[in-house]
Every structure is written in structure tokens, then in C-alpha cells.
């Protein structure tokens, strides 16, 4: 019989929580702080650990990193009333197996504590500290910088729980990488990932392709639908630009998220599922819900894990090193190039890349093409890199010192080349994002002397 310790300063929820695994056919010691935690893990074995995190004695997660140390085999599954992302990661990160946000369901209990017990042998111990292993491992994410080190450990972890995550970061700093990877390295990889773009359901059509529909359950339903969730059942579902998702369909994920389970348009019987969910946003979400544009509850159930992505200007040497990957990548078969010539890698690291690695592989692909000499030259870059390096020594005059017109002005200009990046030139879709016209958008990009083509001709 598999032995379980309960950690809660909640009598209330520690007594209800021991009667339900005793009832479910484990054995269950309670107890209510920390301390007598650690005291019953050096006492006797245990086959998995179920601890709260606010509770006496655990206030700098004492019991975690402690059982983590001594006792790494042990499964361990935190429960928190209050969810709090630096403590979600650090969790991760010292390797727990799942993590539920009080009240946690009868149901969803006993089985992550039913899953944390199958895969025990699979628990995860101390992270390894070793790097070079771990960036193998993660072969699709290149980088070597201090944030791209952490970045991995932290998905290392987030690979081997079971928890919500999302990942916020701007535009092409590699948030579907990052959750491809996760999946790949997770044990739902056996079965599919699915990328929703909530950018491209309109809010009538979301329940149908969410969940399905059944034939003649509304005009042009000609045919049974299966919708896409049931099509990641046991894998991980990818909702792709969630900061876009309109508040009715929020409505209709969180329900889906929350109970894994959602009905197909025109049927009567739910459809059960298990299902991770990796959101992704370039938008700050928690000022969203603070701006009461998206649901808080919706945020919380996916920022479980909350995982940041650096942007590229803050990676350091992770520009050369990509630029040069990239090259290697794209080298056309009749030609060999010897790299770049020091000018231009100088150039591109002082670029800012507001486009992120998805515009240095852009321009990495058209200096290829361009070039004529034995190495990419500084020629061979489109020209607002050419402009910011030839701009370089002059340090910008701090923000206290220029009229509130002119940083308004310097930030719009910033936030229009960002979107252009994006959308690659696209003013409509351009436009669309930044809640503009056409000649609205047509009209901005004239006074801050932005060509649409500069970015077009990155394809
Ligand atoms: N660490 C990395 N190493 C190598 N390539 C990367 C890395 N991160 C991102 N890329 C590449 O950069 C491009 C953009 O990545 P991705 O689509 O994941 O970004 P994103 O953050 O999801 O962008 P968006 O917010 O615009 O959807 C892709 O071509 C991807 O392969």
C-alpha cells in the first residue's frame, strides 16, 4: 500500500484530504507545518509527498528544497491557496511533480496522486547543473547566454510536471519553440500537440472548432466535426496569442481547462479529455487583467508555471552564435560563404532586433541571397540595421531630458517598427493589431518615414 504524507496548516482541508486517500486505499500520514514534515521524512519512508506551501516553518520553501536534498526519490505534489509565480518556478525547478491551485477537485486529486505513484521511478531529482547536457538535450533552442541557461533548466523542470504554463515574451523570442520543446521532452510526447491560434477562430465559430460539432447542429455543420481539444487528448494543447482571445470565448476555455471536459455543439454527452495547455502571448497579460480585458481566473488557471522569454538584445553573444547556426542552416548547396566579416557580426549585435530571432533569421536568410563576396558584409544588411549601426556612437539623450512629445513620438516609432516586423510588412494585419485602419495605420507609418517594403523584402 503506497504511503503518503500530507503537509497543510489547514485542519479543515488536512483532515477532509486524509479521509479521502485513506478512503481511496493509501495509507496517509497528516501533519501541519513543515518542521514535523521534514521530522516524519527522516523517520520513515514515504512513497510521495503532498505539501501546501504557506504554512509555518515553510516559508522559504524549507520543506521543498529540504525533501528535494535528502529525499529527491519521492514524488512530490505542492498544493497552494495562493498562487504565486517566483514560488510556482522555484517549485519547478526543484524538481516537484505536479502543482494544484486550492480547491483543488476530488477527482483531480487522486489523479495526479494516481500518476505522481505510476511514475515514481521517473521522478525527478535535483536538477544536474550540467549545462552542456541539458543545451543537447534542447537541440531546437540555441543559446548559450545566462537567460537562455536558466530558460532551459526552468523547461527542463516544467517537461516533467503536469501543470498549465504560459509563456509571455515579444514577438519571434521563440515561445512556440519553447513549447514544442516542453511537449517533446514531456511524457505526453507520445501523442500530439496541438496549436490553437486564437487569433484565427471567430468568436461564433470558437465551441465548434474547440470542441466539435455534431452534424445539423447549425447551418453549414454538414458533417460530424471533431473539435481540437479532443484531438490533443493526452497531449498538449498550444493556445497560440491568447492576449487576443475575446471574452466569450475566455469563458469557454476556462470552463474547458478547469473541468477537462466540454460538450461538442448540438450533443448532450461531455466529452472527458486530459489535456496540458501551454498559452502564449506577447501581450503583459497580468496588466490585461488588471485592465479587466482578460479573465483573471483564466490567467490563473494557466499561469501556474509562468515562464518569461528574454528578448533577444538581452542575450548577449546568442546573436553571433545564432546568426552563425542560422547561416550554416540556409547555406544555398552551389555556394559555401565564410561566415561574416567582424563588421557586420558588430552590427548585428547592436541592432535591438525588436522582431527578435524571428527577424535575425529573416535577415540572416537575406543576406545569403545577397551576398556577392566570400563572407556576409555589412552591405549585405537591410538597411535600418545599416542606419542603427551607423547611429551607434551616438548614445541617446536620456527621457528626463526630451519633451514628453518627443518620447511619445520615439516610443511610437519603436512600437511600428515591432509591428511591422511581425506581420513582415502586412499594413493590414498591421493594422488589425494595433486597432487602427488601413490609412489610419498607412497614415503613421508615412510620418515616421516607415517603408512597409523594408520588411517585406525580409522573406
Ligand atoms: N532559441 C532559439 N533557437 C533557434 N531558433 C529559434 C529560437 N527561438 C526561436 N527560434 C526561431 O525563431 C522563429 C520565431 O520563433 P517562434 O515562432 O517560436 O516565436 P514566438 O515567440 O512564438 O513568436 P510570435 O509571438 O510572433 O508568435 C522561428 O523560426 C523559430 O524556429
Known sequence: MSKILVADDEPFYLKTTGELLRNAGYECECVTDAEAAIVALERESFDLILSDLNMPGNFKLELLRESRRRHAQIPLIVITGVPSLPTAIESVRLGITDYLLKPVKVDDLLA????????????????????????????????????MQDLLEIIERVAETNTNVLLTGESGTGKEVVARAIHRTSLRNQHPFQVIDCTAIPESLFESVLFGHAKGSFTGAVQDQVGLLSQCHRGTAFLDELGELPAGSQAKLLRAIQEQTFTPVGQRTPIQVDTRFIGATNRDLQAEVDAGRF?????????????????????????????????????????????????????????????????LRNVV?????????????????????????????????????????????????SYLTAVMQKHEGNIAAAARQAGLSRQGMNKLLKRHAINADDYRHQR
Open 295 to 359: 479573465r483573471g481566473d483564466l490567467f490563473y488557471r494557466l499561469a501556474v508555471i509562468h515562464i518569461e522569454l528574454p528578448p533577444l538584445r538581452e542575450r548577449g553573444e546568442d546573436v553571433s552564435l545564432l546568426a552563425k547556426r542560422f547561416l550554416e542552416e540556409l547555406m544555398p548547396v552551389n555556394r559555401s560563404l565564410d561566415g561574416f566579416t567582424d563588421a557586420a557580426l558588430d552590427c548585428l549585435r547592436q541592432y535591438a532586433w525588436p522582431g527578435n530571432i524571428r527577424e
Open 112 to 147: 495526479s496522486v494516481g500518476r505522481a505513484l505510476a511514475e515514481a521511478p521517473q521522478a525527478p531529482g535535483p536538477v544536474s547543473g550540467d549545462s552542456a547536457k541539458r543545451s543537447a538535450k534542447f537541440a531546437e533552442l540555441i543559446g548559450d547566454s545566462p537567460p
Open 365 to 413: 536568410e537575406r543576406a545569403v541571397a545577397l551576398a556577392r563576396g566570400q563572407q556576409i558584409d555589412v552591405d549585405d544588411l537591410p538597411k535600418q540595421l545599416r542606419e542603427q549601426a551607423s547611429h551607434s556612437g551616438q548614445t541617446p539623450p536620456p527621457l528626463a531630458e526630451i519633451s514628453r512629445e518627443e518620447a511619445i513620438d520615439s516610443a511610437e516609432h
